[in-house]
């Protein structure tokens, strides 16, 4: 019995023997594998675990006004954004966690200091990415594979307070990071907002776009104005840096800069800010004073095409969009009647009344159609014969001018005198003819109205420009299936009817007839110099055309808008100035719309048609220095309501 439980006893422990040799050798085995075999991949895993390539912002290029003075600048806000991989591996902990981070970060700050380093949001709460906890969740789990190391921004702009709780509690929330980024400042907020715009988030419709460029999908990029249209000298080049993390991916050091971050460039531009804020006081003054909501002031150097000044009324705040706007502000912007996110100097489009008879004028005086010495009568009402019932005058048609109101006419004119007093009449026999005298006709008015730059962009640098409308036979032929009459070009004559421009198409006729000839193209940014301050690129003078017009006959009609100002019969008495000559054009275009939404045209007790106001001038009449368009919508006589706002901008410009 003794033997064999001795026998039994050893073949345990020659089991346990094998049994301990074959678990070490699996366990050098394993060690091998793991160390020889995939040392390196290991070794690369952990590596990766505990080094992150990060991305090194660029700070984006600031924007000044031809004088130097800051439009737009940087300011650091706090940001919070999540990496994936550091987040909890459990998904009920990653959740309860992610709805603990949205519950502090949507509580009201209760500090009444602002910092001084780091400002907050001007609303004071946070732009959130993520519309809710779970968004965010699935988001970061599509990201799990192929960029789980890369951040997603979480919230923009937090209050400080916010930023210093989760700082002190990093142990509470694995993955979560609270950074300092640059968010665009703009001081003159919606004093100059048309003309700059405003950054926000990717478009996802150009998403790939951005990214083919370098771009991550957290980036924000211009999206309107200048940050737009010069987005790539704006943003510059961001960096890349190796840090070390620890356990909860914060970064530990920095062991090396793979690439150093290249600023972006500055723009100046030609823009006067003192100028801007005097015609946009001016401007928001009258809209007051008639009860309107919406009109632009353009003013540019006719030697050179720089804009000196650009209004569109109403406006918004860019501020708003620099850290995240909200919905419902968002919402309300773009159901606004007036439409304050669109530039009216640029894309607004009117029909241009009296001041587009600078036009014709000069169109007939370089077709030899009118000559410097030809007197016309202008009569307060022209009567049309219906050519297939010319004796019947129950058919005709009739041409009003704005003097019948007086029960008076204008007697005979030469053209420079037309333009002063604003004959309609005259200027409707100048373009569509009447009885024996044969005018311009739609073709040649046509051909002088684009030559003077209608119906196409100016090609100024900011987007969504409108081309406006230069109408044809062939136009009305295709949109409306009728013929082109001789009441078409009478209308088009004096700027009304189907033909439609922008502020500042009309200022840049003006520019072409006060220089003699030269059709600018707009500039708006006059040098882009890098961080240091050296000069990149100097923008120089562009000529569009030079206009085929004799400048005796361009002097015609200028002095017929020195007439309109000086003149005993002009239409802009009210436009002097003491020591400062000016020359000018008003402008009274009737318009159709259904405000009240009756389904009727609205009329005023008369049965007129509501008017939109223009002006155009320029100055110092024998050598000009400024040119300036005025356009108040629904604001009455171009006489009465633009010609003031003009008046008070010639002043400030020439210390008056």
């Not at 019995?1 to 049994?19: K, S, V």
């Not at 029909?351 to 030899?368: D, H, N």
Request: net charge positive.
């Amino acid at each position: 019995m003794d033997e064999e439980r001795d026998f039994t006893a050893l073949i345990r422990l020659r089991l346990l023997q094998l049994l301990t040799f074959v678990f070490v050798l699996v366990i050098f085995g394993r060690l091998y594998q793991l160390q020889i075999v995939r040392g390196a991949e290991y070794r690369n895993l952990a590596a990766r675990n505990r080094l992150r390539e990060l991305s090194i912002p660029a700070p984006r290029g600031i924007i000044y006004d031809r004088n130097n003075i800051i439009l737009v600048r940087n300011q650091p806000r706090f940001q919070v954004s999540v990496v994936p991989a550091d987040l909890p591996k459990d998904p009920d902990t990653e959740r309860a966690m992610l709805h603990q981070l949205f519950t502090l970060l949507r509580k009201p700050a209760t500090s009444t200091t602002t910092p001084t380093a780091v400002p907050e949001a001007s609303n004071n709460a946070p732009y959130f990415h993520f519309s809710s906890p779970e968004a965010l969740y699935n988001y970061a789990q599509s990201r799990l594979y192929g960029a789980s190391s890369e951040s997603i921004v979480v919230a923009d702009s937090i209050p400080q307070e916010t930023a210093f709780i989760l700082s002190e509690r990093n142990l509470d929330y694995p993955g979560v990071h609270v950074r300092v980024r640059a968010v665009r400042d703009y001081p003159t907020g919606a004093l100059t907002a048309p003309i700059i715009g405003y950054m926000g988030a990717i478009p996802s419709v150009r998403s790939q776009y951005y990214l083919d460029r370098g771009y991550r999908l957290d980036d924000r990029v211009g999206i309107a104005g200048l940050e737009y249209s010069y987005e790539d000298m704006l943003r510059g080049r961001p960096g890349k840096k190796y840090s070390e993390v620890d356990v909860l991916g914060r970064e530990v050091r920095t062991l090396g800069v793979a690439q150093e971050a290249k600023p972006g460039d500055s723009l100046v531009l030609t823009l006067d800010l003192n100028l801007q804020k005097i015609a946009t006081e001016a401007l928001q003054k009258e809209l007051n004073r008639v009860g309107a909501s919406s009109g632009a002031v353009v003013a540019m150097n006719p030697n050179n095409g720089a804009i000196l000044a650009l209004v569109s009324r109403p406006s918004f705040d860019n501020n708003w969009f620099a850290g995240g706007i909200s919905v419902a502000r968002y919402k309300a912007l773009l159901e606004d009647r007036w439409h304050p996110l669109v530039d009216k100097a640029i894309s607004g489009i009117y029909p241009p009344g009296s001041t587009f008879k600078i036009v014709p004028a000069s169109a007939a005086l370089q077709e030899g159609t009118l000559k410097p010495d030809t007197y016309m009568k202008g009569e307060a009402i022209l009567v049309i014969p219906n050519k297939y019932f010319p004796n019947d005058m129950t058919k005709a048609q009739i041409f009003y001018d704005w003097i019948y109101k007086y029960n008076t006419d204008h007697g005979y004119l030469n053209v420079s005198q037309a333009l002063a007093v604003s004959c309609d009449t005259f200027f409707y026999k100048v373009g569509g003819g009447y009885q024996d005298y044969q005018g311009l006709g739609i073709n040649r008015l046509d051909k002088y109205a684009r030559l003077f730059g209608f119906g196409a962009p100016t090609g100024i640098s900011l987007p969504g420009e409108s081309a406006g409308l230069v109408p044809s036979a062939k136009w009305k032929r295709l949109n409306y299936a009728e013929s082109w009459v001789t009441g078409d070009t009478y209308n088009m004559s004096i700027g009304q009817g189907f033909m439609e421009a922008t502020p500042l198409q009309m200022l840049n006729a003006t520019v072409a007839v006060a220089n003699g000839g030269k059709l600018w193209q707009p500039q708006i940014v006059y040098q882009v110099r890098d961080a240091s301050g050296k000069l990149v690129r100097d923008f120089q003078p562009k000529l569009i055309r030079q206009l085929p017009i004799e400048p005796k006959y361009l002097q015609l009609v200028r002095e017929g808008m020195y007439g309109a100002v000086n003149w005993p019969r002009g239409t802009a008495l009210n436009m002097r100035i003491p020591g400062l000559t000016i020359a000018g054009k008003t402008g009274t275009a009737e318009f159709a719309v259904d405000a009240d939404g009756d389904g009727r045209i609205d009329r005023d007790k008369e049965g007129n048609l509501p008017t939109h106001a223009w002006f155009t001038a320029f100055a110092p009449y024998k050598n000009p220095q400024i040119v300036l368009v005025v356009f108040v919508y629904g604001g009455g006589e171009g006489s009465a309501v633009a010609v003031p706002v003009a008046r008070e901008i010639m002043k400030a410009y020439f210390h008056k």
